[in-house]
């Protein structure tokens, strides 16, 4: 460890972050490694160090000969300011290199508030903010995850962007690189190549123009790149790599357990959900494959707390002998089985007596929209009849904490759906006082919302999101109808989710005010105790842009989106037909019930629910 490290951490908060040496952590022979991968995640090592998919990826990277993926985090203030004062550039965990000095920098994005972190990352390292100026080969830097379907707010500062899931793709990403180090490439060379690999985007080989209005004239690919980057699939859940072998943190995080990713995909369809769409088609690991992997994932690392983890865990098929068959194993070794959202139209009594096997942890429910006409126009699919009965079987169950989610500022909410959210929540509280069967432990009933962000590759892509000051007034509409003692409403900051939908459909230029942003101070903006609007509005104001031209603007039909050369595999037709759909609350029948020729299907050349 380098010396001014050792009269740093112990003045900094929780400096377990910041030294590595956990359980697990891969260590290599420089001697035998030619390309080292500075992994990074723009975010605190609580928070990267829960994610799955920077775990999975860290493992699949580091089965590679010749390689060594280390990870990075973002410092906390009180370390950043350590670092540059004392002139310590960011460094990986594993071997206390600088990260200036890896081959390759890759940012795991899952969420548009990172970008920030992103870019004071990079300074923190050394590195050069933008990609033209980083003229040679190394240090690559390249970004992949969920935000990344529409990477143009950080185009300028990318050197490739990665579209779809990991695990196949960033090996043929390495090869190529270490072929490019190997010959001797340039960088504009590699790039060429690299933009022919599926799910590869290079920002630089795309020229975008605009009309005098602000919206995109043209997108014109350069040097024979594709006119569509298309998205990377793992097609066979049971052949992809699961970190069964993990590595345990030395200081609590955000989700300290053992997490089970049951299948990718969702059958549901909601019209407002971005991961929904862009994850299809439907995927499942098998039974017997979790039971194992559970089983020595646990052996290893001796956690105590197992999740089933996807995003609508209860619609896995065979999820009660799944439970079944964890359940002796989790038993006799005193581990908790959990699942951390559930579908309110399939808790089932034979699903319950499964958990209750555990301690009885809270309960989620998302029914999302407070009417029927709501859930319909979102294509949600639930009843206030299916959540009745599923509070009914978790109150006579013996559950006492539940929580219920929904979202402010969907297209066509009327205060009629805002108002409908009370009435459920009162309706919930009757549910308890018939059914709990144990009245010793009071009600913990939760009512939490957020507002509506209009996201890429969803239905609702072309919507404007209200303004701050009309979800203030939903908020305070709602909070005035809540009125049960038993029931406590929390809502989301306004202010982020504004600055979210800005960058969730933002364009190339909005690089600019990042820039701007960041260098007046913005950095963790994911976090209340850094973000501030108003340096941002400052920037865009600097940078002559407009955010409400982002967020607040309904886009047309023919519109030119600035992610348009992206392929999710689903039609934008499929999309606009959904959003048509949305404003006659009709709904959609799930993938399991009936193929509705969303596009997923071209993955696997026909019906691509597997299940």
Same mark, same amino acid.
């Given at each position: 460890?380098?010396?001014?490290?050792?009269?740093?951490?112990?003045?900094?908060?929780?400096?377990?972050?910041?030294?590595g040496?956990?359980?697990?952590?891969?260590? #290599?022979?420089?001697?035998?490694?030619?390309?080292?991968?500075?992994?990074?995640?723009?975010?605190?090592?609580?928070?990267?160090?829960?994610?799955?998919?920077?775990?999975?990826?860290?493992?699949?990277?580091?089965?590679?000969?010749?390689?060594?993926?280390?990870?990075?985090?973002t410092?906390?203030?009180d370390?950043?300011?350590?670092?540059?004062?004392?002139?310590?550039?960011?460094?990986?965990?594993?071997?206390? /290199?600088?990260?200036?000095?890896?081959?390759?920098?890759?940012?795991?994005?899952?969420?548009?508030?990172?970008?920030?972190?992103?870019?004071?990352?990079?300074?923190?390292?050394?590195?050069?903010l933008?990609?033209?100026?980083?003229?040679?080969?190394?240090?690559?830097?390249?970004?992949?995850?969920?935000?990344?379907?529409?990477?143009?707010?950080?185009?300028?500062?990318? /050197?490739?962007?990665?579209?779809?899931?990991?695990?196949?793709?960033?090996?043929?990403?390495?090869?190529?690189?270490?072929?490019?180090?190997?010959?001797?490439?340039?960088?504009?060379?590699?790039?060429?190549?690299?933009?022919?690999?599926?799910?590869?985007?290079?920002?630089?080989?795309?020229?975008?123009?605009?009309?005098?209005?602000?919206?995109?004239?043209?997108?014109?690919?350069?040097?024979?790149?594709?006119?569509?980057? @298309?998205k990377? @699939?793992?097609?066979?859940?049971?052949?992809?790599?699961?970190?069964?072998?993990?590595?345990?943190?030395?200081?609590?995080?955000v989700?300290?357990? !053992?997490?089970?990713?049951v299948?990718?995909g969702c059958?549901?369809g909601?019209?407002?959900?971005?991961?929904?769409?862009?994850?299809?088609?439907?995927?499942?690991?098998?039974?017997?494959?979790?039971?194992?992997?559970?089983?020595?994932?646990?052996?290893?690392? +001796?956690?105590?707390?197992?999740?089933?983890?996807?995003?609508?865990?209860?619609d896995?098929?065979?999820?009660?002998?799944?439970?079944?068959?964890?359940?002796?194993?989790?038993?006799?070794?005193?581990?908790?089985?959990?699942?951390?959202?559930?579908?309110?139209?399939?808790?089932?009594?034979?699903?319950?007596?499964?958990?209750?096997?555990?301690r009885?942890?809270?309960?989620?429910?998302?029914?999302?929209?407070?009417?029927?006409?709501?859930?319909?126009?979102?294509?949600? $699919?639930?009843?206030?009849?299916?959540?009745?009965?599923?509070?009914?079987?978790?109150?006579?169950?013996?559950?006492?904490?539940?929580?219920?989610?929904?979202?402010?500022?969907?297209?066509?909410?009327?205060?009629?759906?805002?108002?409908? !959210?009370?009435?459920?929540?009162?309706?919930?509280?009757?549910?308890?006082?018939?059914?709990?069967?144990?009245? $010793?432990r009071?009600?913990?009933?939760?009512?939490?919302?957020? =507002?509506?962000?209009?996201?890429?590759?969803t239905?609702?892509?072309?919507e404007?999101?209200?303004?701050?000051?009309?979800?203030?007034?939903?908020?305070?509409?709602?909070?005035?109808? !809540?009125?049960?003692?038993?029931?406590?409403?929390?809502?989301?900051?306004?202010?982020?989710?504004?600055?979210?939908?800005?960058?969730?459909?933002?364009?190339?230029?909005?690089?600019? @005010?990042?820039?701007?942003?960041?260098? #007046?101070?913005?950095?963790?903006?994911?976090?209340?105790?850094?973000?501030d609007?108003?340096? =941002?509005?400052?920037?865009?104001?600097?940078?002559?842009?407009?955010?409400?031209?982002?967020?607040?603007?309904?886009?047309?039909?023919?519109?030119?989106?600035? =992610?348009?050369?992206?392929?999710?595999?689903?039609?934008?037709?499929?999309?606009?037909?959904?959003?048509?759909?949305?404003?006659?609350?009709?709904?959609?029948?799930?993938?399991?019930?009936?193929?509705? +020729?969303? +596009?997923? $299907?071209?993955?696997?050349?026909?019906?691509?629910?597997?299940?």
């Amino acid at each position: 460890m380098d010396k001014r490290l050792e009269r740093v951490l112990p003045r900094v908060q929780k400096p377990a972050r910041y030294v590595g040496g956990e359980y697990n952590a891969v260590m #290599k022979d420089k001697e035998e490694v030619d390309v080292r991968f500075a992994f990074c995640f723009p975010d605190t090592y609580e928070i990267g160090m829960s994610n799955l998919g920077m775990r999975i990826l860290y493992g699949v990277m580091n089965e590679m000969p010749g390689v060594w993926c280390e990870r990075v985090f973002t410092p906390w203030g009180d370390m950043e300011e350590a670092l540059r004062e004392n002139g310590i550039p960011l460094y990986a965990l594993e071997s206390g /290199d600088a990260v200036r000095d890896f081959d390759i920098v890759g940012f795991s994005v899952g969420y548009e508030m990172a970008y920030t972190a992103m870019l004071n990352m990079l300074d923190l390292s050394g590195i050069p903010l933008r990609s033209g100026d980083r003229p040679g080969l190394t240090p690559l830097v390249i970004a992949g995850g969920t935000a990344m379907y529409n990477a143009e707010p950080v185009a300028d500062f990318l /050197d490739l962007a990665l579209i779809g899931e990991g695990e196949d793709l960033l090996p043929e990403v390495i090869a190529l690189y270490r072929q490019a180090k190997r010959e001797g490439w340039d960088k504009p060379r590699f790039l060429r190549a690299a933009a022919q690999i599926q799910g590869v985007y290079v920002p630089s080989l795309y020229d975008v123009s605009y009309h005098e209005n602000g919206t995109i004239r043209a997108i014109t690919p350069l040097d024979g790149a594709p006119e569509k980057v @298309v998205k990377r @699939v793992v097609h066979d859940m049971d052949k992809s790599y699961y970190p069964a072998k993990t590595i345990v943190p030395s200081t609590e995080i955000v989700h300290d357990r !053992i997490t089970l990713e049951v299948f990718r995909g969702c059958i549901r369809g909601c019209r407002f959900c971005q991961a929904g769409y862009v994850y299809r088609p439907v995927r499942c690991r098998s039974r017997d494959q979790l039971v194992d992997y559970g089983q020595a994932a646990v052996e290893d690392s +001796g956690y105590q707390e197992m999740t089933l983890s996807s995003l609508s865990t209860s619609d896995y098929p065979e999820l009660v002998g799944l439970c079944d068959g964890l359940g002796d194993f989790c038993g006799k070794n005193h581990v908790n089985l959990s699942l951390p959202s559930l579908r309110a139209d399939n808790f089932s009594m034979e699903l319950m007596q499964r958990l209750q096997k555990g301690r009885k942890a809270g309960l989620t429910f998302a029914p999302e929209a407070g009417t029927q006409r709501l859930r319909d126009a979102i294509n949600k $699919n639930l009843t206030e009849e299916d959540l009745t009965e599923s509070l009914k079987t978790a109150f006579s169950g013996g559950w006492s904490a539940v929580k219920l989610y929904y979202m402010l500022g969907l297209p066509t909410e009327t205060d009629e759906d805002i108002l409908g !959210i009370a009435e459920m929540a009162k309706h919930a509280v009757h549910t308890w006082r018939e059914y709990a069967s144990n009245k $010793n432990r009071p009600l913990r009933l939760t009512v939490s919302t957020s =507002w509506f962000v209009p996201k890429p590759f969803t239905a609702f892509q072309w919507e404007a999101q209200i303004t701050r000051e009309e979800y203030e007034r939903r908020v305070k509409l709602l909070r005035s109808a !809540i009125t049960a003692k038993a029931v406590t409403y929390n809502w989301h900051d306004g202010d982020t989710s504004f600055l979210e939908a800005v960058l969730a459909r933002g364009d190339r230029r909005l690089s600019r @005010v990042l820039e701007s942003a960041w260098r #007046k101070g913005a950095k963790l903006d994911a976090w209340t105790d850094y973000f501030d609007l108003n340096r =941002w509005l400052e920037a865009f104001a600097e940078c002559g842009l407009d955010p409400a031209f982002y967020a607040s603007r309904e886009r047309e039909r023919e519109e030119l989106l600035p =992610w348009s050369m992206i392929s999710c595999y689903v039609f934008d037709d499929y999309l606009w037909r959904q959003r048509e759909l949305a404003y006659q609350s009709v709904t959609t029948l799930d993938c399991r019930t009936r193929c509705s +020729g969303c +596009g997923a $299907n071209q993955v696997e050349g026909g019906e691509c629910y597997h299940g």
